[in-house]
């Protein structure tokens, strides 16, 4: 399962979303989303944990919960076809 996590410190690292994680099963990658020109982190990330039943501990355990003085926001990611706004990636004009 591919989980949302949001909120984070910009100085928050990979290690330190998986240690958050791994407290609650296998974490099978972790990515923080990163400016593509200044290199900063954009203050995101994505989780994957290979076991759902894991995952959704994970979720209900670290949503609402701090991370180096940062309230994290965690919930099931979603497909990115499903976060296009207004006119679902097709503009008609």
Same mark, same amino acid.
């Given at each position: 399962m591919n989980i949302y996590v949001g909120n984070l410190l910009r100085e928050a690292t990979e290690d330190d979303l998986r240690q958050a994680f791994e407290a609650f099963g296998q974490v099978t990658t972790v990515k923080i989303i990163s400016d593509k020109y200044t290199g900063d982190s @954009?203050?995101?990330?994505?989780v994957e944990m290979?076991?759902?039943?894991e995952a959704k501990s994970a979720i209900s355990g670290l949503d609402g919960k701090d991370?180096?003085?940062?309230t994290l926001k965690v919930n099931e990611? @979603?497909?990115r076809d499903d976060r296009q706004g207004g006119f679902g990636g097709k503009r008609r004009f």
């Open positions: @954009r203050g995101f990330g994505f290979p076991n759902h039943q991370l180096k003085g940062r990611a @979603r497909p």
